[in-house]
């Protein structure tokens, strides 16, 4: 009885695993035309550019509100203007003698 309960799992199991490979190959072979690879690539060309123009869409945005907003920090009517000027670069690292 055991010996057919193991064989009985075993086929069943290996049916089922033909069955998906089966299912699986089709569908990857659907995916892989040339015209679904095709829009594939025309869709992350267009994800890429899109991409991109926002990006550079935002950062001539980011540059501009920040071209307004020293303009009106640095203005002489400001009263919180300050008295000195921020530092905007790093200082020199100190040298040690361990190399």
């Given at each position: 009885?055991?010996?057919?309960?193991?064989?009985?799992?075993?086929?069943?199991?290996?049916?089922?695993?033909?069955?998906?490979?089966?299912?699986?190959?089709?569908?990857?072979?659907?995916?892989?035309?040339?015209?679904?690879?095709?829009?594939?690539?025309?869709?992350?060309?267009?994800?890429?550019?899109?991409g991109l123009s926002d990006a550079v869409t935002s950062l001539v945005e980011q540059y501009r509100n920040r071209q307004t907003s020293e303009s009106t920090i640095w203005s002489p009517q400001s009263?919180?203007?300050?008295?000195?000027?921020?530092?905007?670069?790093?200082?020199?690292?100190?040298?040690?003698?361990?190399?």
């Open positions: 009885m055991r010996r057919l309960f193991w064989f009985v799992s075993g086929a069943a199991a290996g049916a089922s695993l033909v069955v998906w490979l089966k299912r699986t190959i089709a569908s990857f072979s659907e995916k892989m035309t040339p015209a679904n690879i095709a829009d594939a690539v025309a869709a992350g060309v267009r994800r890429v550019v899109l009263p919180d203007a300050p008295l000195n000027p921020v530092r905007r670069h790093n200082p020199p690292r100190q040298r040690t003698r361990h190399r």
